[in-house]
């Protein structure tokens, strides 16, 4: 029985209570939702950023008709810009045929699909007063076209921007972008682009649809960008070249302009960030989502695995001064120097920025706090509306979590960020966590949270903690799943929200969970009390069937499990080599003492090509009669 309390009013549920989390990693940004299909564009990619890379990673020589050459990554006084240094210098050797280059994308290729439009670009300059003719083509790797070729004709020793158009004849996923010359000479190629003319909301530099609608789908209530543990803490191989503080930390300035004016950057998760999407890009997507944004600045204290604190006055000042000119670049007029910047990109309107994370899950509380208190106290200075929110390092509980607590109780500081990636035990045992927090104290961000898996009883007791967060919604003001994006072919990270290849993308069980609660939140809460959970009395038994589709390069296993934690049903997919299968299962079972108990289960497997993508549903159907007594 639930008993409504209309005695007591409770708290109210804000619209934007739920929202989510994006940060670049698993391939979330270069390889996912920016659509950019050409890897290593700019041919920035170096051992700094990974080990493997190298300036040529993704490109291959190619000639045809016995034409011969050389491809070489150069940086030198006829770079692009400063801060886009490398390019390819292409030498042609004059004899017939054509010279060139072929990028193979990310992860097995390029993906193509018949009768979608492709629009390539590239900034190029040649030697040749007559010009030199490019043939740009799209094939696959066994060297079938997969579009008429285009031909482009660069005019002049100074980089220019050219433009082609594609329609794909056929359908690829291991799709090769070439770039061939004709004649001789030297050509300069830099910023090799190829996107799909059908972005999200048909944006140029754009966003990949299939993932932003099902991101759109969720109907978030805020954006939280770009990370996590990318924003405080540049790659770890970085640290080798310390000269270059810029790769210690994001840089938001870095991510905007004209995209062929933006330098690339070591990401923490150990691939190359081209910062194709950025700050503006970030700001417009929040914007078409409906989401408020709230992006996280570097604190100079570093977390994630490292403990450092920068002891730099002059970088700390620069640092804060950036984060104002952040505030300026989102809020500010089109007539001052950075509302100016985002009104040249095509968005004189304020983005309407309330709110803005200084830090990210710092391990040093007082280190932290101290740098944190500069940044507060400037922002607060020059723009009293914005919300500073701080944060309580990486952990659910302890001593450094008290400590931070402590420190942003004591400065009342109004929002605290706490993060934890826990069981689904942890998640059910702790339904009543913000029952007695303080309710006069900093409000709870809950940035980043997760039961630790995929499965559906992740999902479940994630839904079940939700119904504390929202009972809470006093003191629990904003909550986001994370992370939220995982390309298969690169996973760094699970459990995900929305996991994805180069083709197509699905949600896990907790964007289901995540979905139900973004698109149905309440107003209000009214306090209720229910008499009992839910007993059952005597064995109970049933038939049950399941068919689902899984990959194994996500999945183990598929598993259905009693909330006893037993498993009702489940199947093996480790032999199926990233397959997508479909495996079925019909079996009888019991409940006895609230317990189920599985018997006689049968499994049927049937292996399906990865050539038929065609979601379908199945229903779990539960069938129980009741025995006597
Ligand atoms: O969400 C993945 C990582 O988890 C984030 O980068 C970090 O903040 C946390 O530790």
Redesign the pocket.
């Known amino acids: 029985t639930l008993a409504l309390d209309r005695s007591r009013t409770g708290p109210d549920i804000s619209d934007s209570m739920y929202g989510i989390f994006y940060?670049d990693?698993n391939r979330a940004a270069d390889g996912g939702l920016y659509a950019e299909l050409v890897q290593n564009r700019s041919f920035e990619y170096a051992p700094a950023d990974n080990r493997a890379y190298t300036p040529m990673t993704a490109w291959a020589p190619v000639a045809d008709g016995g034409a011969t050459g050389s491809a070489q990554v150069v940086d030198d006084a006829g770079r692009l810009n400063e801060r886009n240094r490398n390019y390819l210098r292409l030498r042609l050797d004059g004899g017939t045929g054509r010279y060139g280059v072929a990028n193979s994308g990310y992860s097995k290729g390029i993906s193509v699909r018949k009768g979608a439009s492709y629009e390539f670009t590239v900034w190029a300059r040649t030697d040749q007063r007559s010009g030199t003719a490019l043939s740009v083509g799209l094939r696959d790797d066994a060297g079938r076209a997969l579009a008429d070729a285009r031909r482009v004709t660069v005019r002049g020793d100074r980089w220019a921007k050219y433009t082609a158009r594609f329609t794909a004849t056929a359908d690829s996923t291991t799709g090769r972008l070439s770039v061939l010359a004709e004649g001789g000479g030297t050509v300069g190629l830099d910023m090799v682009s190829l996107f799909p003319r059908d972005t999200y909301k048909n944006r140029p530099n754009g966003l990949r649809k299939d993932l932003a609608e099902k991101i759109a789908a969720l109907k978030p209530g805020f954006l939280r960008f770009p990370?996590?543990?990318?924003v405080n803490t540049g790659s770890h191989q970085a640290y080798e070249t310390p000269d270059l503080e810029r790769r210690r930390s994001y840089q938001w300035k870095d991510t905007v302009g004209p995209v062929e004016q933006r330098p690339t950057n070591a990401n923490f998760w150990g691939y190359n960030q081209s910062y194709g999407l950025g700050y503006y890009e970030y700001f417009q997507f929040a914007e078409d989502l409906g989401a408020a944004p709230v992006p996280v600045v570097p604190a100079l204290v570093t977390g994630?695995g490292e403990n450092k604190a920068t002891d730099d006055p002059a970088l700390l000042k620069r640092h804060v001064q950036d984060t104002l000119d952040l505030i300026e670049f989102a809020n500010g007029p089109a007539s001052s120097p950075w509302g100016g910047v985002r009104a040249r990109m095509g968005h004189p309107e304020p983005f309407g920025l309330k709110q803005l994370a200084v830090g990210?899950?710092e391990n040093l509380p007082d280190a932290f706090f101290a740098r944190f208190t500069v940044f507060r106290e400037a922002i607060e200075a020059k723009y009293p509306d914005i919300e500073v929110i701080s944060n309580s390092g990486?952990d659910d509980s302890g001593p450094v979590f008290d400590r931070a607590w402590q420190l942003n109780r004591d400065a009342k500081v109004s929002m605290v960020d706490e993060?934890y990636y826990n069981s689904p035990q942890w998640f059910l045992e702790n339904n009543d966590r913000y029952d007695s927090y303080d309710r006069k104290g900093p409000k709870v961000f809950l940035g980043?949270y997760a039961s630790l898996d995929n499965r559906f009883r992740n999902a479940l007791s994630e839904a079940s903690f939700m119904t504390g967060l929202e009972r809470n919604a006093d003191v629990v003001k904003l909550a986001s799943y994370?992370?939220l994006l995982a390309h298969t072919d690169a996973t760094q990270?699970r459990p995900d929200m929305i996991w994805f290849d180069n083709e197509r993308s699905w949600g896990s069980a907790s964007y289901e969970v995540q979905k139900l609660f973004m698109n149905n939140t309440g107003d209000r809460v009214v306090p209720s009390r229910a008499s009992t959970t839910p007993a059952v009395s005597g064995p109970i038994t049933g038939a049950v069937g399941l068919s689902t589709w899984a990959t194994s390069a996500a999945y183990d296993d598929v598993r259905v499990t009693g909330a006893d934690g037993r498993t009702l049903l489940s199947d093996d997919f480790s032999g199926g080599d990233g397959q997508w299968a479909k495996a079925s299962q019909k079996g009888s079972w019991r409940v006895e003492d609230g317990a189920y108990v599985q018997s006689d289960a049968t499994a049927e497997d049937t292996l399906v090509t990865a050539g038929d993508p065609a979601w379908q549903n199945y229903d779990l159907q539960l069938k129980a009669t009741k025995k006597a007594g």
Do not use: Q, T
């Not at 990370?227 to 990318?230: E, K, P, S, V």
């Open positions: 940060e990693i990370g996590g543990c990318l994630c990210n899950e990486p993060h980043e994370a992370p990270w």
